[in-house]
């Protein structure tokens, strides 16, 4: 089976889109979503007449066989994360204002008030969010891979905190020998094509190159969201074992 994986859209209706009908032309036989469907931060993004979280999400679920949470949704549906890294989240995190919330996390975890724009989600779409998981695992042509927004402890990307070395993966990989994984797959860092990861080394891997890679093995994938050099999906052959990232 090919997976196509898409991440973090941000709202950008117009490179959804694209991207859909870019993976309806690969022949690929599911789409797995690994999250940040909304946030749509007003420094870094430029498609403010067209942001769309409503139908970005729409598309999301009519198209894809397993949606992730990631911590923009995470902020939109008023979502507490399930795993939690060095912060431990008070219960009425947000009913306290910005100031509050800044003072009690001292850093460590991503606040949106000043920056983020309203996804405008209707209610049905915020119950939607509500319902969905941090996680998941799929069993597949005698393969089990792990799908999550990004890496263990940090699955959510409620964090401030970015992992650039095989020694930053430790606790990932332990917890996918836990569950007998051998890929995983996840978004949030907006990587420029593949960043691939086993227990040895990292590798940055560019557009429409097929990777083998070793096992076990975590690999980012690019957001859908952002400029028309960096952005895409990544394909994952679930029998042959290769990845390959896809330019939109």
Excluded at 39 to 48: E, I
Excluded at 53 to 60: G, P, R, S, T, W
């Amino acid at each position: 089976m090919k997976l196509a994986i898409i991440s973090d859209i941000h709202e950008d209706i117009v490179n959804l889109k694209q991207t859909l009908h870019k993976i309806e032309k690969t022949g690929c036989d599911k789409i797995f979503c690994l999250g940040d469907i909304s946030g749509f931060s007003v420094p870094h993004y430029r498609y403010f007449d067209t942001r769309n979280a409503h139908e970005c999400l729409k598309l999301v679920k009519e198209n894809c066989e397993v949606v992730i949470l990631g911590n923009h949704d995470l902020q939109a549906a008023r979502r507490i994360p399930e795993a939690h890294g060095d912060f431990r989240f008070p219960e009425n995190w947000y009913e306290l204002d910005y100031r509050e919330r800044k003072a009690l996390s001292q850093g460590k975890v991503w606040l949106y008030d000043h920056d983020e724009l309203d996804p405008l989600y209707t209610r049905d779409d915020i119950n939607y969010l509500k319902s969905l998981p941090e996680k998941s695992i799929l069993e597949q042509d005698s393969k089990r891979i792990l799908f999550t927004h990004y890496i263990i402890p940090n699955i959510s990307g409620a964090y401030q905190k970015f992992y650039h070395t095989a020694a930053d993966y430790t606790e990932h990989f332990r917890y996918m020998r836990e569950q007998d994984c051998a890929y995983s797959f996840a978004g949030h860092a907006h990587s420029s094509g593949l960043y691939i990861t086993n227990e040895m080394r990292t590798r940055q891997k560019g557009f429409n190159k097929k990777v083998i890679p070793d096992t076990p093995v975590n690999v980012i994938v690019p957001s859908v969201a952002g400029n028309q050099i960096g952005h895409g999906f990544c394909i994952f052959d679930t029998v042959e074992g290769w990845v390959k990232a896809v330019r939109v």
